[in-house]
Protein backbone atom coordinates (compact mmCIF):
# COMPACT_ATOMS: atom_id res chain seq x y z
CA UNK A 1 0.00 0.00 0.00
CA UNK A 2 0.96 3.49 -0.81
CA UNK A 3 0.48 6.23 1.45
CA UNK A 4 0.89 9.68 0.42
CA UNK A 5 0.07 13.13 3.28
CA UNK A 6 -0.09 16.53 1.81
CA UNK A 7 0.20 19.04 4.89
CA UNK A 8 1.75 22.25 5.95
CA UNK A 9 3.22 20.48 8.81
CA UNK A 10 5.29 17.60 7.69
CA UNK A 11 7.09 17.04 11.13
CA UNK A 12 3.43 16.46 12.30
CA UNK A 13 3.35 12.70 10.48
CA UNK A 14 7.41 11.59 11.65
CA UNK A 15 5.56 9.22 14.03
CA UNK A 16 4.34 7.56 10.87
CA UNK A 17 7.89 6.19 10.47
CA UNK A 18 8.16 4.76 14.13
CA UNK A 19 7.49 1.32 15.53
CA UNK A 20 4.74 -0.64 14.36
CA UNK A 21 4.42 1.70 11.12
CA UNK A 22 8.18 1.38 10.92
CA UNK A 23 8.43 -1.97 11.15
CA UNK A 24 5.46 -2.09 8.21
CA UNK A 25 7.63 0.57 6.17
CA UNK A 26 10.83 -1.49 6.46
CA UNK A 27 9.30 -4.76 5.81
CA UNK A 28 7.63 -2.76 2.50
CA UNK A 29 3.82 -3.37 3.27
CA UNK A 30 3.94 -0.01 3.08
CA UNK A 31 5.60 3.45 1.80
CA UNK A 32 4.77 6.28 2.92
CA UNK A 33 5.13 9.81 1.28
CA UNK A 34 4.61 13.13 2.76
CA UNK A 35 4.42 15.96 1.26
CA UNK A 36 4.66 19.79 1.99
CA UNK A 37 1.57 22.12 0.60
CA UNK A 38 3.69 24.81 0.51
CA UNK A 39 6.02 23.16 -2.03
CA UNK A 40 3.47 24.07 -4.62
CA UNK A 41 3.03 27.35 -3.90
CA UNK A 42 4.72 30.01 -6.12
CA UNK A 43 4.93 33.62 -4.20
CA UNK A 44 7.42 34.69 -1.48
CA UNK A 45 5.27 34.19 1.26
CA UNK A 46 3.98 30.25 0.37
CA UNK A 47 0.39 31.91 1.14
CA UNK A 48 -1.86 28.76 1.41
CA UNK A 49 -4.75 30.65 2.64
CA UNK A 50 -7.15 33.38 2.51
CA UNK A 51 -9.90 35.04 4.09
CA UNK A 52 -13.33 33.45 3.39
CA UNK A 53 -16.13 34.35 1.44
CA UNK A 54 -19.07 35.38 3.04
CA UNK A 55 -16.58 37.18 6.29
CA UNK A 56 -16.22 35.35 9.80
CA UNK A 57 -13.17 34.43 11.46
CA UNK A 58 -10.46 32.84 10.65
CA UNK A 59 -8.80 31.87 6.77
CA UNK A 60 -9.78 29.14 4.57
CA UNK A 61 -7.31 26.93 2.46
CA UNK A 62 -6.64 28.30 -1.48
CA UNK A 63 -7.98 25.88 -3.55
CA UNK A 64 -5.39 26.62 -6.67
CA UNK A 65 -2.92 24.92 -4.23
CA UNK A 66 -4.43 22.57 -3.10
CA UNK A 67 -5.61 21.35 -6.50
CA UNK A 68 -2.25 21.67 -7.85
CA UNK A 69 -0.99 19.29 -5.15
CA UNK A 70 -3.66 16.70 -5.38
CA UNK A 71 -3.45 16.82 -9.57
CA UNK A 72 0.27 15.78 -8.39
CA UNK A 73 0.07 13.06 -5.35
CA UNK A 74 -2.77 11.54 -6.72
CA UNK A 75 -3.47 8.65 -9.67
CA UNK A 76 -6.69 7.23 -11.16
CA UNK A 77 -6.22 4.61 -8.51
CA UNK A 78 -6.11 6.93 -5.47
CA UNK A 79 -8.86 6.84 -2.20
CA UNK A 80 -8.35 10.37 -1.11
CA UNK A 81 -9.28 10.79 2.62
CA UNK A 82 -9.73 14.86 4.27
CA UNK A 83 -10.35 14.82 7.48
CA UNK A 84 -12.52 16.97 8.95
CA UNK A 85 -14.81 17.49 11.68
CA UNK A 86 -18.22 17.78 9.52
CA UNK A 87 -16.92 14.56 7.81
CA UNK A 88 -18.95 11.18 8.32
CA UNK A 89 -17.53 8.94 11.13
CA UNK A 90 -14.54 6.99 10.69
CA UNK A 91 -14.69 3.40 12.10
CA UNK A 92 -13.50 0.29 11.92
CA UNK A 93 -15.45 -1.00 9.10
CA UNK A 94 -14.11 1.99 7.23
CA UNK A 95 -10.47 1.25 8.08
CA UNK A 96 -11.03 -2.29 7.06
CA UNK A 97 -12.22 -0.96 3.27
CA UNK A 98 -9.05 1.48 3.48
CA UNK A 99 -6.87 -1.74 4.12
CA UNK A 100 -8.11 -2.72 0.77
CA UNK A 101 -7.06 0.03 -1.50
CA UNK A 102 -3.34 0.62 -2.77
CA UNK A 103 -3.63 4.04 -2.74
CA UNK A 104 -4.60 6.56 -0.14
CA UNK A 105 -3.90 10.51 -0.07
CA UNK A 106 -4.72 12.41 3.27
CA UNK A 107 -5.37 15.66 2.94
CA UNK A 108 -4.34 17.79 6.10
CA UNK A 109 -6.79 20.36 6.07
CA UNK A 110 -5.71 23.58 8.93
CA UNK A 111 -7.76 26.95 9.53
CA UNK A 112 -11.16 27.02 8.88
CA UNK A 113 -10.83 24.12 6.31
CA UNK A 114 -10.04 23.88 2.90
CA UNK A 115 -12.02 25.72 -0.01
CA UNK A 116 -14.92 23.08 -1.06
CA UNK A 117 -14.28 23.22 -4.19
CA UNK A 118 -11.03 21.18 -3.81
CA UNK A 119 -13.00 18.19 -2.95
CA UNK A 120 -15.80 18.83 -5.49
CA UNK A 121 -13.16 18.64 -8.24
CA UNK A 122 -11.14 16.02 -6.98
CA UNK A 123 -14.39 13.89 -7.13
CA UNK A 124 -14.83 14.04 -10.55
CA UNK A 125 -11.35 11.86 -11.14
CA UNK A 126 -11.06 9.90 -8.05
CA UNK A 127 -13.25 8.97 -4.75
CA UNK A 128 -13.12 11.06 -1.86
CA UNK A 129 -14.25 10.31 2.04
CA UNK A 130 -14.45 13.52 3.92
CA UNK A 131 -14.08 11.56 7.55
CA UNK A 132 -14.13 12.87 10.91
CA UNK A 133 -12.47 10.58 13.88
CA UNK A 134 -14.86 12.01 16.47
CA UNK A 135 -17.07 14.95 17.65
CA UNK A 136 -14.46 17.32 18.95
CA UNK A 137 -12.69 20.10 17.30
CA UNK A 138 -8.58 19.22 16.59
CA UNK A 139 -6.23 22.45 15.07
CA UNK A 140 -5.80 20.55 11.47
CA UNK A 141 -6.03 16.97 10.19
CA UNK A 142 -2.48 15.69 10.65
CA UNK A 143 -3.28 13.85 14.32
CA UNK A 144 -6.56 12.51 12.86
CA UNK A 145 -4.44 10.81 9.56
CA UNK A 146 -1.94 10.01 12.26
CA UNK A 147 -4.99 7.67 13.90
CA UNK A 148 -6.26 7.14 10.54
CA UNK A 149 -2.91 5.47 9.04
CA UNK A 150 -2.57 3.19 12.68
CA UNK A 151 -6.21 1.72 12.26
CA UNK A 152 -5.84 1.10 9.06
CA UNK A 153 -2.04 -0.64 8.70
CA UNK A 154 -2.57 -2.71 11.61
CA UNK A 155 -5.04 -4.42 9.28
CA UNK A 156 -2.78 -5.49 6.65
CA UNK A 157 -1.43 -8.85 6.95
CA UNK A 158 1.99 -9.01 8.29
CA UNK A 159 2.01 -5.75 9.80
CA UNK A 160 0.91 -6.98 13.86
CA UNK A 161 2.85 -9.78 14.99
CA UNK A 162 -0.58 -12.39 15.98
CA UNK A 163 -3.28 -11.85 12.83
CA UNK A 164 -5.32 -13.67 15.30
CA UNK A 165 -5.20 -9.81 17.63
CA UNK A 166 -7.66 -8.56 14.53
CA UNK A 167 -10.36 -10.96 15.83
CA UNK A 168 -10.87 -9.54 19.30
CA UNK A 169 -10.70 -6.10 18.24
CA UNK A 170 -13.58 -3.68 19.47
CA UNK A 171 -16.04 -3.06 16.76
CA UNK A 172 -15.12 -6.73 15.01
CA UNK A 173 -17.97 -8.21 16.35
CA UNK A 174 -20.42 -4.65 16.73
CA UNK A 175 -19.56 -5.11 20.62
CA UNK A 176 -16.59 -3.66 22.30
CA UNK A 177 -14.02 -5.14 24.01
CA UNK A 178 -14.41 -6.60 27.40
CA UNK A 179 -11.67 -6.22 29.98
CA UNK A 180 -8.28 -7.54 30.02
CA UNK A 181 -6.23 -9.07 32.69
CA UNK A 182 -2.74 -10.57 33.48
CA UNK A 183 -0.09 -11.68 36.26
CA UNK A 184 -0.01 -11.18 39.40
CA UNK A 185 -3.30 -12.98 40.14
CA UNK A 186 -4.34 -10.23 42.84
CA UNK A 187 -2.73 -7.25 42.66
CA UNK A 188 -3.46 -3.81 45.32
CA UNK A 189 -5.90 -6.25 46.71
CA UNK A 190 -8.04 -6.62 43.37
CA UNK A 191 -8.08 -10.05 41.85
CA UNK A 192 -8.58 -11.88 38.37
CA UNK A 193 -11.99 -13.45 38.09
CA UNK A 194 -12.25 -16.69 38.89
CA UNK A 195 -13.80 -18.04 35.76
CA UNK A 196 -10.24 -16.77 33.71
CA UNK A 197 -8.23 -18.92 35.79
CA UNK A 198 -10.69 -21.93 35.64
CA UNK A 199 -9.35 -23.23 32.15
CA UNK A 200 -12.69 -24.00 31.13
CA UNK A 201 -12.79 -22.21 27.53
CA UNK A 202 -16.54 -22.54 26.95
CA UNK A 203 -17.27 -20.37 30.73
CA UNK A 204 -14.30 -18.35 29.61
CA UNK A 205 -15.48 -17.04 26.02
CA UNK A 206 -19.43 -17.19 27.69
CA UNK A 207 -17.84 -14.96 30.30
CA UNK A 208 -15.74 -12.84 27.94
CA UNK A 209 -18.70 -12.02 25.61
CA UNK A 210 -21.11 -11.11 28.30
CA UNK A 211 -18.25 -8.70 29.44
CA UNK A 212 -18.09 -7.58 25.83
CA UNK A 213 -22.40 -7.18 26.03
CA UNK A 214 -22.47 -5.26 29.19
CA UNK A 215 -19.97 -2.61 28.65
CA UNK A 216 -21.51 -1.75 25.52
CA UNK A 217 -25.23 -1.48 26.98
CA UNK A 218 -23.48 0.67 29.40
CA UNK A 219 -20.86 2.77 27.17
CA UNK A 220 -21.94 2.88 23.50
CA UNK A 221 -25.81 1.41 23.47
CA UNK A 222 -25.79 2.61 19.67
CA UNK A 223 -23.75 -0.33 18.69
CA UNK A 224 -26.12 -2.46 19.99
CA UNK A 225 -29.04 -0.80 17.62
CA UNK A 226 -27.06 -1.24 14.65
CA UNK A 227 -26.34 -4.87 15.18
CA UNK A 228 -28.12 -7.84 12.76
CA UNK A 229 -30.98 -9.71 14.54
CA UNK A 230 -28.90 -12.89 14.45
CA UNK A 231 -25.99 -11.25 15.94
CA UNK A 232 -25.75 -12.99 18.78
CA UNK A 233 -27.20 -16.66 17.63
CA UNK A 234 -24.56 -17.93 15.80
CA UNK A 235 -22.30 -16.56 18.36
CA UNK A 236 -24.13 -18.14 21.31
CA UNK A 237 -24.07 -21.47 19.57
CA UNK A 238 -20.24 -21.62 18.87
CA UNK A 239 -19.95 -20.84 22.84
O1 LIG B 1 -11.08 19.18 13.90
C1 LIG B 1 -10.44 18.93 12.72
C2 LIG B 1 -9.73 19.97 12.09
C3 LIG B 1 -9.06 19.70 10.88
C4 LIG B 1 -9.13 18.43 10.32
C5 LIG B 1 -9.82 17.42 10.97
C6 LIG B 1 -10.48 17.67 12.17
C7 LIG B 1 -11.23 16.56 12.82
C8 LIG B 1 -11.91 16.57 14.01
C9 LIG B 1 -12.44 15.28 14.15
N1 LIG B 1 -12.06 14.57 13.09
O2 LIG B 1 -11.32 15.34 12.26
Not at 35 to 63: C, E, F, I, N
Request: some cysteine.
Amino acid sequence: MQIDVVTIFPEYLAPLRAALLGKAIDKGLISVGVHDLRDWTQDVHKAVDDSPYGGGPGMVMKPDIWGQALDDVCTDSTRLIVPTPAGRPFTQALAHEYANESHLVFACGRYEGIDQRVVDDAARRVRVDEVSIGDYVLVGGEVAVLAIVEAVARLLPGVLGNPKSHAEDSFQDGLLEGPSYTRPEVWRELAVPDVLRSGNHKLINRWRRDQSLVRTFERRPDLLESLPADAFDKHDKAL
